[in-house]
């Protein structure tokens, strides 16, 4: 089907942990207009509901709203959780707790995990499957009804069935879904099958905890803002993000509530893809720093690397399809000190948004990242969105003066210095290690820096991982928002094989393949959201016989040979680990398919209103200000909105915008492209 742009008034809308912003394309009237507003943490419908008023958009003439919440993630980290009961093969009731045999703590013997469902609410009943389909002991269907009842008597809120190899055969885990549709009292009940069809017991009992968990939030909020957004006249669906960069109708959103933790990291790595495609740069490694933590993601011919193994914490395995995101603790509320052994640390503890930074104005004493980037000048204080008044440049300076410069004898600018080269030095690793974990060299891509603080220090960063370029895009510090307008519909599917290679049935496999192209098929088609053209993509995860760690295969098409997956195998583990294996077996352990529907283009080219911009670069520039590097130099100060089309920058050079600031260092140099990124080559690499 050939792609047409998207036509219509949309809006995305991401709630962050300090803002929600909110992106709202209109392409009738060829505007885009934009809104960050504080999160409203008590009820994040409010900060939607606030986000649509500050943008001045009436929801009645929305066709569609793509909704990005952290109401499952932060509730999963928080442990703010419902309370659910299991229900599961007698014997087999600590397997949640038991685990994979590791500690939180490698070394050691602190640190303790509490599992998501207690003991006391964690039941058994007798049935059995064994692990090629087969039955061996029936399910007992009046102690069901009974284990039922004795959750709900304990006021268990969700439900969680998960019996031994319901992968292999689902038949036991299907009937006790019928009896607890009977039994409980609302439709909170989860089916570890039905979520996870794969082997690996304890994984797939975590993931299908933690779904249950979270169900009954989340489904209050998508009806609760539904409700809301529905008084103001919007009559339409509306679709929320999934951690595997799609999305789905709030009206079943909320069957599949594991699905979107961690999808806030997700949507703005979609962004980034698609921009980055508009852009002709497919390749890219995404930088997304804010206050507290600095998100990594690879992106490799304009498709996210996705995971099925992602742990969110410890022994927190949540094994859906989820956008491959690394983070490390370094964002711009980044505390500085130095530590007992007299050296300079930078992160994990974070000022947070309150106190925040010493420059936010709001009580914070600590110096951070963002007071060494205002101390150096890479910062304009009059333009720090804080709500609160700032302090002054003395201020800071006197915090680094004594908790940095007088225990390492330095004075306080070297010493805010000196925090941002840690800072970049850490944030590069983190870059660094989400490229060559998955067997590619970091200078093979383009680094796409955003998120509020990502742009300041993007260049460096580059410049310190040798990647050749910087792709900054309109508008960074609402990237997420713009995720959520431009992220397909997505409906990823898994099923265990689990045997070698040689001896698995090529039909069942071939079969396999077609039902889950029919399910995701169907699965996009009602959720009545317009899509230009269906795409189907299928891989197999594969292991050598002994291995515990699987390999992800990428598929040409559904039908594959024997011989084909063999050596399609062979070769991915030889470009990952360099070495081959002909003497062991390799056992075909899960396929997989991904039916994505791809939403018409959006015009990127909108997100900067060219009324604004000026006809020369010298009519761009704001002023100049000293700025320190390795000295301290005067930089000329652009606006981005002012930029002409054809802009050239050189560096040295600061960007400023609405939602963010960019720093050119010396030697570096930048073009502006028809969608208003700025495409930054990087000088003086090594």
Same mark, same amino acid.
């Given at each position: ?5 998207? *036509? ?63 109401? $499952? $993630? ?58 090629? @389909? ?72 975590? *993931? ?76 890219? %490694?995404?930088?997304? #720093? ?129 925090? %941002? ?79 070698? %290679?040689?001896?698995?049935? #090529? ?85 997989? $398919? ?17 009324? @604004? ?34 802009? +050239? ?8 915008? +609405? ?28």
């Amino acid at each position: 089907m050939t792609r047409t742009d998207l *036509t219509g008034s949309f809006a995305g809308i991401d709630v962050g942990g300090t803002f929600t912003d909110l992106v709202h394309y209109d392409s009738r009237a060829g505007r885009v207009r934009l809104a960050k507003v504080p999160t409203t943490l008590d009820n994040q419908a409010h900060g939607v509901l606030a986000a649509l008023d500050a943008a001045d958009v009436d929801a009645a003439a929305l066709d569609l709203i793509v909704h990005g919440t952290t109401t $499952t $993630t932060n509730a999963v980290l928080e442990r703010r959780l419902c309370k659910t009961g299991l229900i599961t093969t007698e014997g087999f009731r600590d397997v949640l707790e038991l685990g994979r045999r590791t500690r939180p703590q490698a070394y050691g013997m602190r640190g303790q995990f509490v599992p998501l469902i207690p003991r006391d609410l964690r039941l058994e009943v007798p049935e059995r499957m064994l692990a090629n @389909g087969t039955e061996h002991r029936a399910l007992d269907e009046d102690a069901l009804r009974a284990a039922l009842r004795q959750l709900v008597a304990e006021d268990c809120e969700a439900l969680v069935i998960h019996f031994l190899h319901a992968y292999a055969n689902p038949a036991h885990e299907l009937r006790a879904g019928e009896i607890a549709r009977e039994e409980w009292p609302n439709g909170n009940i989860t089916l570890g099958h039905a979520l996870l069809s794969e082997s690996r017991e304890y994984e797939r009992g975590v *993931t299908a905890a933690v779904n249950a968990s979270v169900q009954p939030l989340l489904r209050r909020y998508v009806e609760r803002l539904a409700d809301r957004l529905a008084e103001r006249g919007y009559g339409r669906d509306l679709l929320v993000m999934n951690g595997n960069g799609g999305m789905v109708s709030a009206r079943i959103v909320a069957e599949e509530a594991a699905k979107t933790v961690m999808s806030g990291p997700a949507s703005g790595v979609m962004a980034a893809a698609y921009t980055g495609r508009r852009a002709g740069i497919p390749d890219l %490694l995404t930088y997304d #720093m804010g206050g507290t933590s600095t998100d990594v993601a690879m992106i490799r011919g304009a498709d996210p690397a996705v995971s099925h193994e992602i742990e969110i914490e410890y022994a927190m395995p949540i094994h859906v399809p989820m956008v491959d995101v690394r983070t490390v603790g370094a964002g711009g509320g980044s505390i500085a000190r130095v530590n007992a052994a007299g050296l300079l640390q930078v992160g994990p503890d974070s000022a947070g948004s309150v106190p925040g930074p010493i420059c936010y104005g709001k009580g914070g004493t600590e110096p951070t990242i963002s007071d060494a980037n205002m101390l150096l000048g890479r910062m304009n204080p009059d333009r720090l969105n804080t709500g609160a008044g700032g302090v002054s440049l003395d201020t800071i300076r006197d915090a680094f003066a004594a908790k940095v410069g007088a225990p390492l004898g330095l004075d306080p600018v070297t010493a805010a210095a000196a925090v %941002l080269r840690i800072a970049t030095a850490k944030m590069a690793d983190a870059v660094r290690m989400v490229s060559i974990s998955l067997g590619e060299d970091p200078r093979d891509f383009a680094l796409f820096a955003f998120g509020g603080a990502g742009p300041l220090h993007a260049c460096a960063i580059a410049r310190e991982l040798g990647v050749p370029r910087v792709l900054v895009p309109a508008r960074p510090g609402i990237t997420n928002a713009l995720g959520c307008i431009v992220a397909d519909l997505r409906h990823d599917f898994v099923q265990t094989i689990n045997r070698p %290679l040689d001896l698995c049935d #090529m039909a069942e496999v071939h079969a396999a393949f077609a039902a889950q192209v029919a399910s995701g098929t169907a699965a996009v088609e009602r959720e009545r959201v317009e899509i230009a053209e269906l795409r189907v993509v299928h891989s197999v995860d594969m292991q050598f016989i002994g291995q515990t760690h699987l390999l992800r295969v990428p598929l040409p098409d559904a039908v594959p040979t024997r011989e084909a997956l063999q050596a399609l195998f062979e070769e991915a583990y030889f470009r990952r680990f360099q070495v081959r294996l002909p003497e062991i077996r390799p056992a075909l352990v899960n396929v997989n $398919t991904s039916v994505i529907g791809r939403r018409p283009e959006v015009d990127l080219s909108l997100l900067i209103d060219t009324s @604004g911009r000026r006809a020369t670069l010298a009519e761009a520039r704001s002023g100049t200000r000293a700025v320190y590097f390795d000295d301290w130099t005067d930089t000329p100060v652009y606006w981005r909105d002012h930029l002409p089309a054809d802009a +050239m920058l050189t560096g040295p050079a600061i960007v400023e915008q +609405m939602d963010c600031t960019l720093v050119m260092e010396p030697g570096d140099s930048a073009v502006q492209d028809a969608d208003g990124n700025l495409i930054v080559t990087v000088g003086g690499r090594s």
